[in-house]
């Protein structure tokens, strides 16, 4: 059974930054697209960001340049670094796992094709 725990979420002002962590256990990551994706009260899932297992990454036009997202094979951990952070970025983030082939630029944010997802962490961009 494949497990993700997402963490680094909170309360931070806006301009503010956090990074956004999705750690698998029984599970390693390197060979796999994760995805990050996010969900506002009220609003429909989005995708955020994805990563593929040879480093390529993608990101929805409403980040860009504001995240970065990274994977770290040795601690089995992938990386969503925000900043710049805006009152329209509060959702619960979650990550996600697509076990079945790859990602592309067309693909990433098809959220129903991905196979495990974390529990979600808050965040929260207020003053």
């Known amino acids: 059974q494949v497990q993700l725990v997402e963490s680094g979420g909170g309360l931070v002002q806006p301009g503010g930054s956090l990074r956004l962590s999705c750690a698998a256990s029984?599970?390693?990551?390197?060979?796999?697209?994760i995805g990050w994706f996010r969900q506002a009260p009220g609003k429909e899932r989005e995708g955020v960001s994805a990563i593929t297992s040879d480093g390529s990454t993608y990101y929805a036009d409403f980040v860009k340049g504001r995240f970065t997202i990274s994977r770290d094979n040795a601690r089995n951990t992938v990386y969503l670094q925000m900043n710049n952070l805006k009152p329209e970025d509060t959702a619960v983030y979650y990550c996600?796992?697509?076990?079945?082939?790859?990602?592309?630029?067309?693909?990433?944010?098809?959220?129903?094709?991905?196979?495990?997802w974390g529990q979600g962490t808050q965040v929260t961009v207020s003053s």
């Open positions: 029984r599970f390693t990551l390197d060979y796999y697209a």
């Open positions: 996600a796992i697509k076990t079945q082939g790859t990602v592309v630029a067309g693909t990433w944010l098809r959220f129903w094709e991905y196979d495990y």
